[in-house]
């Protein structure tokens, strides 16, 4: 019985030896260690034996069975990576190819502006208001201390649809509205994005529809400087903490003092060149302290309550920030222009 | 406003300074100075020659050949083609060496066979601008008075040392539209003593008032008249330096009276008009508003008729000038005039921009009357115009002026104090620091401790108001010594509402799903305003609304829609090449009922877009996919999907649009838009491929948008799936099936999916099918087999009777 084991043994050892598939591998199996296989039936006889014999036996057996059983293993796992290595080397790609293209959409430069001007003043404690685009002659001008025959007034060709209604120059009417709004009782705290139109024949600088946005804060003790300081903080914030803002005295109907903000030329760093018209600074907003009479008008007390206003054109900032040259690609749409500006 | 800063520094020493740094500080100041320009540039070898003799070339019968003294040893030899060189002239001459603007060298050249060692010049030549230069020079050499020196450098004589600073004034700042304001501005800058000009005038005993008697019947217009009468004139060209302010000014020379007048305009911003005294045929000076229908023909030799609303001077019957805007041709002074009536006088800004717009003469003078001219130089302008007339054309001034007055000179009041000050400009200033400005500025005041009571000069007509004060001290401090500071109050929230919150997903979604965001012009063509109307504006049967005076006919209308602008958007993309292309847009629409508009519009916002092209470039995973009905449905249901909305869509047949490829978005059964192809004879028109347009009724969406998202348990039990493909009529729509299936179904049926749509050879003709994959849940508990099976037989038989229906086996 020992030799029938050994010669099994080896006969296995060999066999399992010269497979090379796993089907093969799997009857190999069967055939020495299924419940039919060899080894069992050598099992079986196992009553014909002495005794004392048997554990001996049985002890040979155990340890064949194991044997075969750890070779068959280690072929099985031969086989399994010769296969998976054949199926890797079937399944290479090349990875240069191109991926499988996805439609890519993105925002209009001016709606990122917005945006990030936006979040800049709302995270100082300003609301966004809207306000409507044709609107009264009142709230467009009279509200602002523009009556009728002011000289200001020259400087605003508007579109007027009735002597009454014109399309807003500004989005200053706006900042009216909002105030009769709150009655004069709370402070106002806000900006006012959109958009707004004038009589310019559109060129590279000029377009007869453009954008703005202005805000405005009235409060008890609003001072001059506290509008110098917010400023500082969106110029910084908007072009970088590197350039510097300047204020000149300015005039606007709807603000006293009244301010220009320039700020330092990146191109030239203040050295005077094309950009900036040899004078070292752009300017980018005006503002200035919300004149008495537009918040008398408004239904404040300009004896208690003061504040100051700013506006600039979106438009401009975007062409200040992204270097773009002609205010008509705002509106042309041309997708050569669109997409350049979609990880702005 | 152009300051010569030659003529400025006669009164205020500026000669410290460079002109950068003078304009640098001027502009900090508040008058921003928009150019500073060189009127020349240094020569040596540009200088004044005397014409000794001058001849015929003998090879060219248009040069001549001069002799020329420039104060040295030898005469130079010059050929000169100007035609009106002649012997005896005193000319500029540039010598060899000579670089003259535009880099022309002169050098030693023959002309025709004769040395010519040099040139004369004409002032073109020099850099000047022709529109400047006196006429009698416009087409040749310049000639020099005979005072001045041969050899003598010319920069000085033609004042081409000078540097003029373009100002761009803001409308309040009259004041410095004068160089007498521009010098008491500068000297508040600069700290520097002002020089102001000496006026005196030696009158005869004769009387003014015997010439002439001076009646305002328009006061209200009208609040000061002063005339005065100069006799015996000598017209002739006025001092050099004069013109040479005048030139740099930018007002071209003409004579002595016409200089002086504009001289005087531009010293004290005080318009001034010279009459021919003799041509007034009259007496009589009367001011009143002219006869609705009246003419008059004014100096540009233009006839005028005029309304009620202009204000004349008449010589008592008709009218002799437009007030404060121009001249009539019949009075105007001209060589051979001897006796001037000068007026100085103040009217009213409003009428006279009223005229102004009317008419268009838009002129030095009508800009300073519209703005307000300062009252108390009304007069005394007048008699600077007499002393120089009397100096300059040789003229005799008589005694007195004769004049209507009613004229408010006095000055506004204004009180300020050190802490009310500091408070609004959160400053530190010091009482000290205060009236030191208030003295730079001239501006008297009384001082009381903390307060001062300003006595604001009437040059200054800006400043009325506290506020303006305020400025006034800042702007003299300096706005850069402001310190920064946030607001003492600083405690509002900031956020965006839930409107504004959901615009931006909005935009978020659609450009995830692939869309560009375009802008475009709410302005548009008449043809375009009443195009792709959504069915429920058509509804409405808007109006469009045209502005007034359009820039162009292109911009004339404000939209009902943004797809035609976006349509045009497509062509001009399509017209370079590109043809792929899916834009969206959010702007707003504007809607009038009302034939003659009388109220503000509704605005609405619009979810708008235009898809043409590849929608997905496959170039080599096989086909690529066009951009089709189903692509645009695609992105709209799935935005339906996110934001929750019940949405359905009928085919309807749409003005512009694919009759067949069209349809109307429902909301709760209202129309809120509609998406399709347009129309291919719309497409031709428009030069494009086939594309397809959406239009939304934002408004709609945002309102029905509730920002509440509540927790629905997940689904415990498994779902059990049921596909059925029905074999229906071609023209049986799919979706009419479906809502059947989910009408019968409910409330087991969950989902209603169609996964298969096929007509063609295996089917008979007018036929095809449609695969539906049903899902049935119930939230409660694992649903049974024999429970789908009752409700899907019931559907398939349902479906069967209302469609005529069978079964795709």
Redesign the interface.
């Known amino acids: 019985m020992k030799e029938k084991l050994e010669t099994i043994h080896k006969e296995a050892v060999a066999k399992i030896k010269d497979i090379n598939d796993m089907k093969s591998l799997q009857e190999l199996r069967v055939k020495y260690l299924g419940k039919k296989g060899s080894i069992t039936s050598v099992l079986r006889g196992m009553g014909k034996l002495a005794k004392e014999e048997r554990p001996i036996i049985g002890e040979m057996a155990n340890k064949i069975r194991q044997a075969i059983t750890s070779s068959i293993e280690e072929k099985q796992a031969k086989l399994e990576q010769e296969a998976m290595d054949k199926q890797l080397q079937e399944e290479v790609i090349d990875v240069t190819l191109p991926g499988r293209p996805i439609q890519v959409g993105g925002p209009h430069l001016l709606t990122h502006i917005v945006q990030e001007i936006e979040d800049l003043f709302i995270g100082m404690g300003f609301e966004v208001k809207e306000g409507p685009q044709v609107e009264t002659d009142y709230y467009n001008f009279e509200a602002l201390n523009l009556p009728q025959n002011h000289p200001a007034r020259d400087m605003q060709d508007s579109f007027y649809i009735t002597n009454e209604l014109l399309l807003r120059t500004h989005t200053s009417p706006v900042q009216a509205r909002t105030m009769n709004a709150y009655k004069g009782e709370k402070p106002v705290k806000m900006i006012c994005p959109g958009v707004v139109y004038r009589r310019d024949h559109d060129d590279a600088t000029h377009s007869h529809q453009f954008n703005q946005i202005e805000g405005l804060y009235v409060d008890k003790d609003v001072r001059m400087s506290d509008l110098k300081g917010i400023l500082n903080l969106f110029a910084k914030k908007m072009f970088g903490e590197d350039r510097e803002i300047r204020l000149r005295p300015s005039f606007f109907p709807f603000t006293e003092p009244s301010v220009e903000m320039d700020i330092s030329c990146k191109v030239c760093s203040k050295k005077g060149c094309s950009v900036c018209k040899q004078t070292g600074w752009i300017e980018v907003l005006g503002g200035g302290m919300v004149h008495p009479r537009v918040l008398e008008m408004a239904g404040y007390d300009p004896k208690v309550y003061t504040g100051f206003a700013f506006g600039m054109g979106t438009d401009r900032i975007a062409m200040l920030k992204y270097g773009v040259n002609d205010i008509r690609q705002f509106y042309m749409n041309d997708k050569r222009f669109v997409t350049q500006y979609h990880q702005a | 406003m152009l300051v010569s800063l030659n003529w400025l520094n006669k009164y205020v020493d500026i000669s410290h300074i460079s002109p950068e740094e003078l304009a640098e500080r001027i502009?900090?100041?508040?008058i921003?100075v928009e150019r500073i320009e060189y009127i020349g540039e240094a020569n040596p070898d540009v200088i004044v020659g005397y014409v000794e003799s001058c001849e015929k070339h003998p090879n060219a019968d248009k040069l001549k050949v001069c002799h020329v003294d420039i104060g040295q040893d030898e005469t130079l030899q010059i050929v000169c083609g100007a035609p009106n060189v002649a012997k005896g002239q005193k000319v500029i001459v540039a010598k060899p060496g000579a670089t003259l603007p535009g880099n022309i060298k002169i050098k030693k050249v023959t002309l025709r066979g004769v040395e010519s060692n040099g040139m004369i010049c004409s002032l073109q030549e020099l850099g000047i601008d022709e529109k400047y230069i006196p006429s009698e020079y416009a087409d040749g050499i310049y000639i020099f008075p005979d005072d001045v020196h041969v050899g003598e450098r010319v920069e000085s004589l033609l004042n081409l040392d000078d540097v003029v600073l373009e100002f761009d004034l803001?409308?309040?700042?009259a004041d410095s539209l004068s160089m007498l304001g521009v010098a008491y501005e500068v000297a508040a800058i600069l700290d520097q003593p002002l020089r102001l000009p000496e006026v005196s005038v030696n009158e005869i005993d004769e009387e003014a008032k015997h010439y002439v008697n001076v009646t305002v019947e328009s006061t209200d217009l009208c609040s000061y008249y002063g005339a005065f009468i100069v006799k015996n004139v000598d017209i002739k060209p006025s001092p050099l330096w004069m013109q040479h302010f005048l030139m740099a000014a930018g007002i071209r020379p003409i004579n002595n009276v016409v200089d002086i007048t504009n001289y005087v305009l531009l010293e004290y911003g005080q318009p001034l008009h010279a009459f021919d005294y003799d041509r007034l045929n009259s007496k009589d000076i009367l001011v009143r508003r002219a006869i609705e229908g009246e003419k008059i023909e004014t100096l540009d030799n233009v006839e005028r008729q005029l309304t009620n609303e202009d204000l004349v001077i008449t010589n008592g019957k008709e009218p002799i000038a437009l007030a404060g805007v121009m001249g009539g041709a019949n009075t105007e002074v001209h060589d051979g005039t001897t006796n001037i009536l000068l007026e100085a006088a103040y009217f009213d800004?409003?009428s006279v921009?009223k005229t102004v717009k009317k008419t268009g003469l838009r002129s030095e003078a009508s800009t300073r009357f519209?703005?307000g001219v300062d009252p108390n130089r009304v007069r005394q302008a007048g008699v600077r115009a007499c002393q120089l007339l009397e100096k300059y054309a040789n003229a005799q001034v008589l005694k007195g002026v004769v004049e209507y007055d009613k004229l408010d000179r006095s000055e506004k009041t204004v009180v300020i104090n050190t802490d009310n000050i500091n408070?609004?400009?959160?400053?530190e200033m010091t009482s000290e620091e205060i009236a030191h400005i208030l003295k730079k500025l001239r501006f008297d005041y009384e001082q009381e401790n903390k307060e001062f009571t300003v006595h604001v000069p009437t040059r200054r007509g800006d400043i009325t108001?506290?506020?303006?004060m305020?400025?006034e001290v800042?702007?003299i401090y300096g706005?850069?010594h402001?310190?920064?500071?946030?607001?003492?109050?600083?405690?509002?929230?900031?956020?965006?509402?839930n409107r504004?919150q959901l615009i931006?997903k909005l935009?978020t979604f659609?450009?995830?799903?692939?869309?560009?965001?375009?802008?475009?012009?709410?302005?548009t063509k008449e043809k375009y305003a009443t195009r792709f109307l959504s069915p429920e504006i058509q509804a409405i049967n808007p109006h469009p609304?045209?502005?007034?005076?359009?820039?162009t006919e292109d911009?004339q209308y404000?939209r009902l829609s943004l797809i035609p602008e976006l349509l045009k958007?497509v062509a001009?993309?399509k017209a370079?090449n590109?043809y792929d292309?899916?834009?969206?847009e959010l702007?707003?629409i504007?809607i009038s009922k009302e034939e003659v508009?009388?109220k503000?519009?509704a605005?609405e916002l619009r979810l708008s877009g235009a898809l043409t092209g590849e929608?997905?470039?496959?170039?080599?995973?096989g086909a690529s996919k066009q951009v089709d009905f189903f692509v645009v449905k695609g992105i709209l249901e799935g935005l339906f999907q996110y934001l929750q909305l019940p949405i359905e869509y009928k085919a309807s047949k749409l003005p512009q649009m694919h009759p067949g490829r069209c349809a109307t978005i429902y909301m709760n059964n209202e129309p809120i838009g509609f998406l399709g192809q347009i129309h291919p004879l719309v497409q031709k028109e428009m030069d494009l491929k086939e594309t397809y347009v959406f239009d939304l009724n934002a408004e709609a969406i945002l309102d029905a948008h509730t920002h509440h998202a509540t927790y629905e348990p997940i689904p415990k039990y498994p779902s059990i799936e049921r596909d059925v493909a029905f074999i229906l009529d071609e023209d049986v729509l799919a979706g009419d099936v479906k809502s059947l299936i989910e009408k019968i179904g409910s409330p087991l049926v969950k989902a209603v999916h169609i996964f298969d749509v096929y007509s063609g050879e295996h089917l008979p003709k007018g036929k095809k099918s449609v695969a539906y994959n049903l899902v049935y849940q119930d939230p409660n508990k694992t649903l049974k087999d024999d429970e789908v099976d009752i409700s899907f037989k019931d559907i398939i038989e349902q479906v069967n009777k209302t469609f005529d229906a069978y079964v795709r086996s």
């Open positions: 502009t900090k100041s508040g921003e803001t409308p309040n700042r800004p409003g921009r519209e703005k408070k609004r400009l959160g400053s108001i506290f506020e303006d305020l400025e800042a702007r706005y850069d402001l310190p920064y500071t946030l607001p003492k109050h600083f405690s509002q929230v900031g956020a965006l509402t504004q931006r935009r659609l450009q995830g799903a692939g869309l560009m965001e375009a802008r475009t012009y709410a302005l609304i045209s502005v007034q005076k359009p820039m911009h404000l958007s001009y993309n370079r590109e292309l899916a834009f969206y702007g707003n504007f508009i009388t503000q519009p605005e929608w997905v470039d496959h170039k080599w995973q």
